[in-house]
């Protein structure tokens, strides 16, 4: 590693930060393209974006960490921003799954999936939801990357709390019965069960043409 000074400017930390990231976005925006999933360019675009702006944000938490702290870009970058690859895509033809992961930290070449979320989180844990996510997200990273995850994260940003979510076998099963339902409905023109609520259903954008109503 470089030695840096420690009075090192913006746009310094933000080339630091921002080493290998033209081809990671080239290599996204391929791959985006390639699955034909009905994106317009300005909603690729948008997550090219927001993979850049993250960048931002975490050159200039550094910038201030240093001041107060006193230590180098590299010491910090190391201690607080591991390794991490924003927005990517994943995808498994043989579940038939393909997702976008908000975030994958690699700490020691161990991979740890993270899902941002603006909702209010559960007094304890995470919604059941979020841990199915994380749970298909694992598994789309242990096949693209060859690995094994033990254990994925949701940010619940409204309260800055990052809490965990284990990737144990009843999880992992909870996935597999979900994807085999979704499986029946399409093949089978099955309806889905629906728990009606008024709080949820009055943001849904099918509200007005569900048959549930």
Do not use: H
Not at 64 to 84: E, G, H, S, W, Y
Not at 147 to 157: I, R, S, W
Not at 184 to 213: G, T
């Amino acid at each position: 590693m470089r030695k840096v000074k420690k009075d090192m400017t913006l746009n310094e930390i933000e080339n630091i930060l921002s080493q290998n990231i033209d081809p990671y976005i080239e290599s996204t925006t391929k791959a985006i393209r390639s699955m034909d999933l009905g994106l317009e360019s300005s909603q690729i675009n948008e997550i090219i974006d927001n993979a850049y702006f993250n960048i931002k944000i975490t050159a200039l938490k550094t910038k201030q960490v240093m001041t107060i702290l006193n230590k180098n870009a590299n010491a910090l970058i190391d201690m607080f921003f591991p390794n991490c690859m924003y927005s990517y895509m994943l995808k498994d033809k043989g579940l038939e799954m393909i997702g976008v992961c908000d975030k994958i930290e690699i700490i020691d070449g161990t991979y740890y999936p993270i899902t941002l979320k603006n909702t209010n989180p559960p007094l304890k844990g995470v919604w059941d939801q979020d841990a199915i996510e994380q749970a298909a997200y694992a598994i789309l990273i242990e096949e693209t990357f060859k690995t094994e995850v033990y254990v994925g994260f949701v940010n619940y940003e409204k309260i800055g709390e990052k809490r965990p979510v284990v990737m144990d076998i009843d999880l992992r099963k909870d996935l597999f019965d979900i994807i085999r339902e979704v499986k029946e409905i399409v093949e089978n023109k099955k309806l889905p069960s629906v728990k009606k609520s008024a709080k949820k259903c009055e943001k849904c954008e099918y509200d007005d043409i569900c048959s549930k109503n």
